[in-house]
């Protein structure tokens, strides 16, 4: 089993470039969420939707956007990265209700 | 949701049970005690959970005072894979409850 996959692992980024963390899910869960998670804190929402067609911003939106492209799915997008967005990055998926399952995480480094 | 209070770090020997205490005297009545732990900088992973009643699953037991103040969640036979950093969460289930608030948990070292 899967579970929840994130792609890629691993990306460097110049300031100012743009990109799309992928996530998916095979758990055939309603809910999926976006994390972030800086060095020796825990972590914190970004967005989350908690069913398909529907996104709604977390503790700390600002410089992100999310796409829900059907259950499965939900990207996070960086229009213009900033060396503060430099940080792990985190997919998780649950059911309307239970414990949310993570994937392995994104490290995410902007110079 | 309910702030918890854990204590930054526990040594365990190889083999022995270790038992991760957790306060949450805050907690109101429709709110469960989760547990995740994250070992290295791996995805926080899922152990249990619970509402009142004492819980078990393949990973662990969770014990719930009865007055729901305090939970101890055990590792019944801790092996090294075990070390990783151990999260008590309160949350309410359902509709509009969606982040989980991680603290900053307890370093669990588990030692040969």
């Known amino acids: 089993n899967a579970g929840v996959t994130q792609t890629p692992k691993f990306q460097v980024l110049k300031t100012g470039q743009s990109m799309t963390l992928q996530c998916a899910q095979d758990?055939?869960?309603?809910?999926m969420y976006w994390y972030r998670q800086d060095p020796g804190m825990g972590l914190r929402l970004i967005y989350y939707s908690a069913s398909e067609g529907t996104t709604d911003k977390g503790e700390v939106p600002n410089g992100y956007n999310v796409s829900r492209l059907n259950k499965r799915e939900f990207s996070l997008r960086l229009e213009s990265a900033a060396p503060s967005q430099t940080s792990v990055y985190f997919c998780?998926?649950?059911?309307?209700?239970?414990?949310?399952?993570f994937g392995d995480g994104t490290r995410l480094s902007i110079l | 949701d309910a702030k918890t209070t854990q204590p930054p770090s526990m040594d365990c020997a190889e083999g022995r049970a270790a038992n991760l205490p957790c306060n949450h005297s805050t907690i109101s009545g429709n709110e469960y005690v989760y547990w995740y732990r994250q070992i290295h900088s791996q995805g926080p992973q899922y152990i249990i959970h619970g509402l009142k009643n004492n819980e078990t699953n393949e990973m662990a037991s969770l014990i719930i005072t009865e007055d729901r103040k305090s939970s101890t969640l055990i590792l019944p036979h801790s092996t090294l894979r075990d070390t990783a950093v151990y999260y008590c969460i309160v949350r309410v289930e359902g509709a509009g409850s969606y982040q989980l608030t991680f603290g900053k948990g307890t370093k669990l070292s588990v030692i040969p």
């Open positions: 758990m055939n869960h309603n809910s």
């Open positions: 998780a998926s649950s059911l309307r209700i239970g414990p949310q399952h």
